[in-house]
DNA sequence: AGGTTACTTTTTAAAGC
DNA sequence: GCTTTAAAAAGTAACCT
């Protein structure tokens, strides 16, 4: 028997750090290949990295926010990576930068069609959105996990907002509770 | 002291003369979605209760004037599409539905999701279709919400594709560009939902 | 009629308007 | 509030063949 927690998958981490360095973005985005700046259009840097496959924006403050990694730990390789190519343009950066998790956004897998309408009026209208002239998903907001949860009609849901890993876990487990204590899961 | 009485009065001033802009435009696209005097009493008593509470700070009058009108709509079982509502109104779709996601909110008017089968007549007669037609899109509906079909799918496609399967059971053939027309939906929407709904009645 | 692309929702940091 | 970046979910829409 497998749970849906068995079945969240990280798709997007979202990650803050800084260099403790002002930057030159108009030379550094001459001098790394393959970087968009478009300061009238956004104030930060775009480099995107390859291995593994995320995206930083880089501020003048020396502030910078990865995202697109797929795990924690391709946030830091991610990160390293981007270290060492300002750090090879003669950029001083310190040994190891705090990097702090800011969002951590994951796909989950409840295994049972949902009737949204009946879920919407079960979880409480009060805390929950459902627009499906708008949108196909039901948003539900959780408090503990503080995390937001978009539930669909084919059971697939969305876990954003967390910012440990557990949280997912932990908030998947509590919609199935909820879902099931309703009477409405499969 | 003065100057805080006088400012005052000011405000109150200019809170009554924006009140009295806000029920004017209302009134007019109300006239113009053709909705009854009753839905624009229920929308003028949301846009006071939005006022009272102090939501239309950061927010401009006429996205606060609009999706109180949609929400009344809504509320007295008529509705009207956020496109049709877009048509009349003169802020844009997607801050409409911000601005009625967040005066449903703060109000706590805990709408319920739209019914598909709300906004049958209305198209019905605009397509001049019969009372048995109308009778078959409903039972379309419900059959086919039943099955699970409607979650997450938008009750104006709903509706439209409901319409146009009962047209065609009924003999009195509508064509999807037409039912697309009067719903504001594709007709690729209609196709689609249409499928779908023919199998859960057992129609294929 | 089908296929592709792109937009809707949520989250989150960054600097500045 | 907006601008930008990434990602998933499913529905709808626009455009092209």
Redesign the pocket.
């Known amino acids: 028997m497998t749970s849906p927690a068995d079945s969240i998958e990280i798709?997007?981490v979202?990650a803050?750090t800084g260099i403790g360095q002002e930057l030159d973005l108009e030379a550094l985005a001459d001098d790394l290949p393959g970087a968009?700046f478009n300061p009238d259009?956004?104030?930060?840097l775009?480099y995107?990295t390859q291995n593994p496959?995320a995206?930083a924006?880089i501020?003048?403050?020396g502030?910078i926010?990865c995202?697109?990694a797929k795990s924690i730990d391709d946030v830091h390789e991610a990160l390293d990576i981007i270290f060492d190519k300002l750090r090879g343009l003669s950029i001083p950066v310190e040994e190891d930068p705090e990097i702090t998790v800011?969002?951590i956004?994951s796909?989950a897998d409840l295994g049972h069609n949902l009737n949204l309408n009946a879920l919407a009026i079960g979880l409480g209208l009060e805390d929950v959105?459902y627009e499906p002239e708008?949108?196909?998903?039901l948003?539900y907001?959780m408090d503990e996990p503080e995390v937001?949860i978009?539930l669909?009609?084919?059971g697939?849901i969305?876990i954003?907002?967390g910012k440990q890993t557990d949280d997912a876990t932990t908030a998947v487990e509590q919609i199935v509770e909820r879902i099931e204590n309703l009477g409405l899961l499969g | 002291r003065l100057r805080k009485w006088q400012e005052r009065i000011r405000t109150k001033d200019a809170g009554e003369r924006n009140l009295q802009f806000a029920l004017s435009e209302m009134d007019r696209m109300a006239s113009a979605l053709g909705a009854p005097r009753s839905t624009r009493e229920v929308a003028s008593v949301l846009y006071r209760r939005a006022l009272n509470e102090d939501l239309i700070r950061?927010r401009s009058i006429e996205a606060v004037s609009t999706s109180c009108l949609y929400a009344a709509c809504r509320m007295e079982g008529i509705p009207r599409s956020l496109?049709e509502v877009t048509e009349v109104a003169r802020v844009p779709y997607?801050e409409i539905?911000?601005t009625y996601?967040y005066i449903a909110q703060e109000l706590k008017l805990e709408m319920q999701p739209v019914d598909p089968k709300e906004y049958v007549p209305r198209f019905a007669s605009e397509l001049g279709v019969s009372e048995e037609v109308k009778q078959k899109a409903n039972e379309i509906i419900d059959v086919s919400a039943e099955q699970g079909l409607l979650?997450?799918?938008?009750p104006t496609?709903?509706a439209a594709a409901a319409l146009y399967a009962a047209s065609l059971l009924c003999n009195e053939k509508k064509t999807q560009r037409e039912v697309a027309e009067v719903s504001?939906?594709?007709e690729?929407?209609i196709?689609?939902?249409y499928q779908e709904q023919i199998e859960a009645m057992g129609l294929y």
Do not use: C
């Open positions: 798709q997007n979202v803050s968009d259009n956004f104030p930060g775009v995107r496959k995206a924006l501020f003048r403050s502030k926010v995202t697109g800011q969002n956004v796909s959105e708008q949108f196909p998903g948003v907001r937001v978009l669909f009609g084919s697939k969305v954003t907002g | 950061g496109d997607k539905g911000r996601r979650s997450g799918k938008s496609g709903f504001q939906v594709t690729v929407t196709r689609n939902r």
